[in-house]
């Protein structure tokens, strides 16, 4: 699906990938569920979070602390809280320290735990991006705290892209127990 222009569509797109990861996850072979990730055969798996998620869980929790990313932003902007995306002293080039950060923060997090936290905050997320209009989310610079993108293209990345991402890696995974 092309990526989305207008609210309807990024809310119609973010619900379909989000059961599209549920779906999987709940097609998945216990041992899948239960084996750690290991794609380090695979020459063509280089970027750093083929090595840094190793299960399930890790993945999950990546996509509620990027809900988290997108509702403190929103929130305290709207708030007259001057906030960046990115919480100091991350930016776009070291946001992958972050993630690292995020990764470290739930290695005690449950399964169970992280399938309920990214359950409610993909919940809180579309909740909040339901309040904003089609001009407030997809006009360039609409708000001066998004910078030159739209408001949208951030609820894009923490919603549907984020679980796109999730399910291929999962599938990945899934096709070694196939």
């Known amino acids: 699906m092309a990526r989305p222009t207008t609210k309807s569509a990024l809310m119609e797109l973010a619900k379909t990938n989000f059961e599209k990861l549920w779906q999987l996850i709940d097609s998945m072979p216990e041992e899948a569920l239960n084996t750690d990730f290991d794609f380090s055969n695979d020459v063509s798996k280089k970027e750093a979070h083929w090595s840094r998620d190793k299960n399930l869980r890790d993945v ?8 988290q ?36 923060k739930h290695q005690n997090t449950q399964l169970k735990t992280a399938k ?7 919940r809180d997320a579309l909740a909040l991006i339901q309040t904003f209009t089609n001009e407030e989310l997809f006009t360039k610079k609409y708000f001066d705290w ?5 408001l949208g293209s ?5 919603t549907s892209s984020h679980y796109d991402w999730a399910i291929k890696k999962l599938r990945a ?6």
């Open 60 to 67: 999950l929790v990546h996509l509620y602390e990027w809900h």
């Open 116 to 122: 309920e936290l990214v359950t409610v905050s993909h």
């Open 154 to 158: 951030y609820c894009i990345s923490a």
């Open 69 to 104: 990313l997108l509702l403190n932003w929103i929130t305290s902007n709207r708030g007259g809280d001057k906030a960046d995306f990115l919480p100091s002293p991350y930016n776009w080039k070291t946001y992958g320290e972050m993630n690292i950060g995020f990764w470290k």
């Open 146 to 150: 998004t910078g030159t993108t739209t």
């Open 173 to 178: 995974h899934s096709r070694k127990f196939l």
